[in-house]
Nanobody, 114 residues
Framework: QVQLVESGGGLVQPGGSLRLSCAASGSIFSINTMGWYRQAPGKERELVARIRNSGFTTYAYSVKGRFTISRDNAKNTVYLQMNSLKPEDTAVYYC????????WGQGTQVTVSS
């Protein structure tokens, strides 16, 4: 089992920045991929970004050039730096970890509004 604790969401004005963090504990030796998904009201959950143990990253087209995913393996933590935020980035953001299983955080709300 892997437990995930997310932090860093909140309210920000358009053009602003936020950094999300997700700390993993438990069976962390099994972790391969760490990532972030988001779900806006009335929409399906979608991939935002993910990073593999190799460091290979994948981004949704809508966030390329604005968001950066990174991980600190010593702290078993994955980060999502979000810059130039837009109102359409408003959603609940979920941390996801893939290892022996597929694990999800509880979600953190990000609201971009003036």
């Amino acid at each position: 089992q892997v437990q995930l604790v997310e932090s860093g969401g909140g309210l920000v004005q358009p053009g602003g920045s936020l950094r999300l963090s997700c700390a993993a504990s438990g069976s962390i030796f099994s972790i391969n991929t760490m990532g972030w998904y988001r779900q806006a009201p009335g929409k399906e959950r979608e991939l935002v970004a993910r990073i593999r143990n190799s460091g290979f990253t994948t981004y949704a087209y809508s966030v390329k050039g604005r968001f950066t995913i990174s991980r600190d393996n010593a702290k078993n933590t994955v980060y999502l730096q979000m810059n130039s935020l837009k109102p359409e980035d408003t959603a609940v953001y979920y941390c996801n970890v893939i290892g022996l299983g597929d694990y999800w955080g509880q979600g953190t709300q990000v609201t971009v509004s003036s």
